[in-house]
Every structure is written in C-alpha cells, then in structure tokens.
C-alpha cells in the first residue's frame, strides 16, 4: 500500500474531524466521508491526464512479453 501523499493528509483529518466533532447523522457523515474520497480520486485523475501518464499495475502489455525462443 502506498503511503499517504501530503495532500491527502489535511482532507481526511479535516473530514476526521468533522465526523467525531459535530452531532451530524450517521447519514450525513457517510455522505461527507464518500464525497472527500470522491474528491481525492477526481483529483488523482486529472493529475494522471495532465502528467499523461497512466499507473502501472504490475501488468505488461501483449508486446512487452518476452518471447519464447524454438526449440
């Protein structure tokens, strides 16, 4: 798991913060929690469109597999 970027530490602790300070609904507090998650996924989007590069995941692509040699 990769760690925490400095930018979504302040959202969570503030949407933290919220959740344990305020007498809100359970309701609503879900609804603050999913739209922070909402917000720092849009936000890891446009970041990965502008730098127009896509994350890796450990998978290669059909041609970048290593070819067998005959035998």
């Known amino acids: ?8 530490v302040p959202v969570l602790l503030l949407v933290w913060m ?4 305020t007498d809100w609904s359970t309701g609503t507090k879900i ?7 909402a ?3 849009l936000r ?4 990965h ?3 127009g590069t896509r994350p890796v ?12 040699a005959a035998a």
């Open 1 to 8: 798991m990769k760690a925490l970027k400095s930018a979504e």
């Open 18 to 21: 919220l959740c344990v300070g």
């Open 31 to 37: 609804a603050l929690n999913a739209a922070a998650v």
């Open 39 to 41: 917000l720092l996924c």
């Open 44 to 47: 890891e989007v446009i970041l």
């Open 49 to 51: 469109r502008r730098s």
């Open 57 to 68: 995941h450990g998978r290669r692509s059909a041609g970048a597999r290593p070819q067998l």
